[in-house]
């Protein structure tokens, strides 16, 4: 089993860069599991923002935050980050941190195990 731990969120103005982190701790590395990014605005459906594979470190995001948005992990230090940049007020979220022991950079939800409290992110225009 793995805890997740999220932090770094915040009140930034469009345009403006967040890094959000995920520590993990644990009886096992997070190196045996795919790490994910999902967040949840107000009156929404939570939805996918990045992964980054457990193995190879391919990762995967949503179209909406692609160029824009950077995910990594650090095994040593058993954390993961995403890294947000010209963030727009349609950014406004709770951003969570997910684990899967599964390889691949899955953007579902439903397959992700572990999750973390989530963090606010407001984007203000």
């Known amino acids: 089993q793995v805890q997740l731990v999220e932090s770094g969120g915040g009140l930034v103005q469009a345009g403006g860069s967040l890094r959000l982190s995920c520590a993990a701790s644990g009886r096992t590395s997070i190196s045996y599991y795919t790490l994910g990014w999902f967040r949840q605005a107000p009156g929404k459906e939570r939805e996918f923002v990045a992964a980054?594979?457990?193995?190879?470190?391919?990762?995967g995001y949503a179209d909406s935050v692609k160029v824009r948005f950077t995910i990594s992990r650090d095994n040593a230090k058993n954390t993961v980050h995403l890294h947000m940049n010209s963030l727009k007020p349609e950014d406004t979220a709770v951003y969570y941190c997910?684990?899967?022991?599964?390889?691949?950079?899955?953007?579902?939800?439903?397959?992700?195990?572990?999750w973390g409290q989530g963090t606010q992110v407001t984007v203000s225009s």
């Open positions: 980054i594979s457990r193995g190879s470190g391919s990762t």
């Open positions: 997910a684990a899967r022991s599964g390889y691949r950079a899955s953007t579902a939800d439903g397959e992700y195990d572990y």
